[in-house]
């Protein structure tokens, strides 16, 4: 299903995106996450935020992929879920250095 979006939206959010701005949301995650070596699934980014998977997956993604601000830890069990995942974490600090 598509919606009507005005020209003006779309060009100010690929401005946005062009200038690596961060939304709201990303800035809210990044907030809660402490630094390296704490890393975080997203059901346990969704206690501490108190936003939905959905919304948290994207974002995530977009801080990972497009920003460079979280990076993947090594596997472990969830501790809401016991379930294997891969983490996510903010970079080591002196990670650039290398």
Do not use: W
């Amino acid at each position: 299903m598509q919606t009507a979006v005005a020209d003006t939206s779309i060009r100010a959010y690929r401005q946005a995106k062009k200038a690596g701005e961060m939304e709201p949301r990303q800035r809210q995650i990044l907030a809660v996450m402490a630094p390296y070596p704490a890393d975080y699934s997203l059901q346990e980014l969704k206690k501490l935020t108190g936003l939905e998977v959905n919304v948290l997956s994207a974002r995530v993604n977009e801080l990972r992929e497009e920003l460079c601000k979280v990076e993947r830890g090594p596997a472990r069990a969830c501790k809401v879920t016991g379930k294997t995942i891969r983490p996510h974490r903010l970079p080591h600090p002196q990670g650039a250095l290398f």
